[in-house]
């Protein structure tokens, strides 16, 4: 059981450069991972992006790459002389024709980006592209690691609250019998009144016997409940992704203990079903964290 967020970093020095990674996980019901990759990477984003894949199928992943020059031929300086003899020369036209005084300066002309650019050769991008398959696999294993350590304490913490569910429900089963007997004293008693009235009303009797019935069976509601809860443990074990799983299981188990607590007309009863939805409520909002 793994956790949906979680943080990791990496840097990786190679080749005159250094790569720095943050992946950072948040909660998402579905996969989702974010990019953002220094200015020439597009074609390697399917690459890049497979590494994230390797350890996440749920929730949202934000990998933030930086790639810093640390050696000084990394990256050539291009200048369009052409286009900067035309551009100087048409806004001194423009400013004969208009009449105004001044000059183009030099800081005019580095603002341009199509006149002065910073051009890093193919080989080096492939460089930098290295590093960061390095620096980005360091980094989601970090942001792994804390998200099954966080798993790990999400699931201690389920499974305790199995065991306070699972005592509960024993407490209700011993309950419910000692209801059941005494609904049954109960009902006898009223058709022992009735006998005594003449003539005997038995659609009423029918009637009164179908309620005591059900109000007093929940065993149908014990059993499937016991399944789901077995079914919830063994989902703790899995190593695989069990978030979805484990919402359908909580929705099962808050439905039977729904149909108990109408069921049931009796305090003690009432007190061990509210104690249980409790521990599901926590739950249900808890599973909204596991992958």
């Not at 990256?75 to 400013?95: Q, S």
Request: glycine letters at 4%.
């Amino acid at each position: 059981m793994k956790s949906m967020t979680g943080f990791g970093r990496a840097e990786v020095e190679e080749h005159g450069w250094r790569v720095s990674v943050e992946a950072r996980a948040l909660n998402q019901r579905f996969l989702e991972i974010r990019l953002a990759l220094p200015r020439g990477w597009n074609e390697y984003e399917r690459q890049l992006r497979k590494l994230v894949q390797r350890v996440a199928s749920r929730g949202r992943v934000e990998v933030l790459v930086r790639a810093q020059e640390i050696d000084a031929q990394a990256a050539r300086v291009i200048v369009n002389f052409d286009l900067a003899r035309r551009y100087v020369a048409e806004i001194r036209r423009l400013g004969r024709a208009l009449g105004l005084d001044g000059s183009v300066s030099i800081e005019a002309l580095l603002q341009r980006p199509e006149i002065v650019q910073m051009q890093e050769q193919d080989a080096h991008v492939r460089t930098q592209v290295r590093c960061a398959s390095k620096a980005i696999a360091l980094a989601v294993g970090a942001l792994d690691a804390e998200r099954k350590r966080e798993g790990e304490a999400l699931r201690l913490d389920f499974a305790a609250r199995i065991r306070r569910i699972t005592a509960a429900t024993a407490r209700i089963e011993s309950r419910a019998q000692v209801v059941r007997k005494s609904a049954i004293a109960a009902f006898q008693a009223r058709v022992r009144e009735l006998l005594r009235e003449a003539p005997l009303d038995e659609k009423r009797l029918y009637e009164d016997a179908a309620a005591v019935a059900q109000r007093a069976d929940i065993s149908e509601e014990l059993i499937r409940l016991r399944a789901h809860l077995d079914a919830l443990t063994d989902l703790l074990g899995r190593n695989a992704p069990v978030g979805k799983e484990m919402e359908f299981v909580l929705q099962e188990i808050n439905r039977e203990a729904n149909t108990i607590g109408a069921k049931c007309q009796d305090v003690q009863l009432s007190q061990l079903v509210i104690r249980i939805k409790s521990e599901i409520e926590k739950m249900r909002e808890q599973v909204q964290n596991v992958e």
